[in-house]
């Protein structure tokens, strides 16, 4: 399985961004999907899951009602939609993917993608 994130870049406290994770080499709805980010200095961080159906969505409390995880199944590509977006949200955003399971632990993820900044300037 191949993941590959985009839409990362630099933007204004209080703007908008969308991530995009495309995946290839497999079937695409047999995995539940999430999104995880690391600041300089800090610890990796779940940001948000979903579900192989897309029925099941979690979030870090930090950033809910702020983000929204979707999926397109027929395009095999997962998205962040990131709203309101704080200075603190700056980091390296990473996609995984996790066979049948939707999780929040970083290591029930089997194939990650290699990452897209985002910067927020305030």
């Known amino acids: 399985v191949q993941l590959q994130a985009s839409g990362g870049g630099l933007v204004q406290a209080g703007g908008s961004l969308r991530l995009s994770c495309v995946v290839s080499?497999?079937?695409?709805?047999?995995?539940?999907m999430g999104w995880f980010r690391q600041a300089p200095g800090k610890e990796r961080e779940f940001v948000a899951t979903?579900?192989?159906?897309?029925?099941?969505?979690k979030y870090a409390d930090s950033v809910k009602g702020r983000f929204a995880i979707y999926r397109d199944n027929t395009n095999n590509t997962m998205y962040l939609q990131m709203n309101s977006l704080k200075p603190e949200d700056t980091a390296v955003y990473y996609c995984?993917?996790?066979?049948?399971?939707?999780?929040?632990?970083?290591?029930?993820?089997?194939?990650w993608g290699q990452g897209t900044l985002v910067t927020v300037s305030s």
């Open positions: 995984a993917a996790a066979k049948s399971v939707t999780a929040t632990d970083s290591n029930r993820y089997t194939y």
């Open positions: 080499g497999r079937t695409f709805n047999n995995y539940g």
């Open positions: 979903i579900s192989f159906s897309g029925s099941i969505t």
